[in-house]
C-alpha cells in the first residue's frame, strides 16, 4: 500500500484521476485484464512441474500500458510501478531508502534472509523454505508495527503460536528464524512454538516435552522446565 500512494501521488497519476487501488495487481482496472494481473499463464502438467507462460498483452509487466506512464524518481532513478516489482528486496530499499513507511515493510524480509526475492515474485515460483520465511516476515512486520503503536503502560503484548517453522527450512536458515523469533519476544510479546527441531528446542526459555511418541503413545508430559533442567530427565528425549 505505501508504494502503490507514492504512485498515486505523481502528477501523472493525478491528471486522469488514479488512485492507489489503480496500482494494485490483485484488483483495479489498472491491472493487465488478460491474466487478471498475474502477468502469466499457470499451465498444470500432469506428470511434470506446472509451467509459467508470459502474457502475450502485458509481456509479464502486469499492468495496462498506460499505468506505467506513472513514474517515479528516486536518488536518481525513475522506475514505473512494474520496474518496482521487478527489483529484488535489496534493490527496492536502496530505492526507497527515503521513504521509511517502505523500509519498515521491506526490512522484516531481509531478517529473515529473502533479501534476493523480486518484489512481484509469484508465490508458487517460491519453494517451501521461502514461503515460510515470507509468512514469518509478515507476521513480524506486523507484530512490531502493532508494539510500536503501544504506549508503554498499554498491554504487554499477544501470544503469538508457530506451529514448526522449520519446516522445509535450511540450517542456515533456523538460525535467522530464531533472530527474529527472539526480536518477536524483545519486542514484549509471548512466543509459543511447537517443534522437534533441536536448535528451536535448545534456545527456549521454557520446554514442555510431550511424548514419549506420537499418536497413542503420545500425550503424556515427560519434563516441563529450562532446556537444562529438561535434559536431565532420563524419560526425555
Known amino acids: 500500500a505505501p508504494i502503490q500512494n507514492l504512485f498515486a501521488a505523481t502528477a501523472t497519476a493525478k491528471m486522469p484521476g488514479w488512485g492507489p487501488g489503480t496500482f494494485s495487481f490483485n484488483s483495479g482496472d489498472g491491472r493487465c485484464p488478460t491474466f ?40 536518481g532513478r525513475s522506475a514505473s510501478v ?43 515460483t517460491l519453494s517451501g523454505g521461502e514461503a515460510q520465511r ?37 540450517s542456515a536458515d533456523v538460525a535467522k528464524l530464531l533472530e527474529v523469533l527472539q526480536r518477536l519476544a524483545d519486542s514484549g510479546n509471548t512466543v509459543l512454538v511447537i517443534e522437534h527441531n533441536l536448535d528451536v528446542i535448545k ?11 506420537g499418536g497413542e503413545r503420545g500425550g503424556t508430559l515427560l519434563a516441563a522446565g529450562t532446556p537444562e533442567q529438561v535434559a536431565e530427565v532420563p524419560q526425555s528425549y
Open 203 to 213: 534456545s527456549a526459555d521454557w520446554i514442555i516435552d510431550l511424548g514419549p511418541e
Open 36 to 75: 487478471m494481473g498475474s502477468g502469466f499463464e499457470h499451465v498444470e502438467m500432469q506428470f511434470l512441474s506446472d509451467v509459467y507462460l508470459l502474457c502475450p498483452d502485458c509481456n509479464g509487466r502486469r499492468y495496462r500500458p498506460e499505468i506505467l506512464q506513472a513514474i517515479l524518481e528516486r536518488n
Open 82 to 124: 512494474a520496474d518496482v516489482l521487478e527489483m529484488t528486496v535489496s534493490e527496492a530499499c536502496d530505492f526507497f531508502r527515503d521513504d521509511l513507511e517502505v523500509i519498515s515493510l521491506l526490512q522484516p524480509l531481509i531478517d529473515v534472509g529473502l533479501e534476493y526475492v523480486q518484489l512481484g515474485q509469484p508465490v508458487p
Open 134 to 170: 515470507l509468512k514469518l516476515a509478515g507476521f513480524l512486520a506486523a507484530a512490531l508495527a502493532e508494539n510500536g503503536r503501544r504506549k508503554p503502560k498499554d498491554a504487554k503484548g499477544r501470544l503469538l503460536v508457530f506451529d514448526e517453522p522449520t519446516t522445509g527450512l535450511h
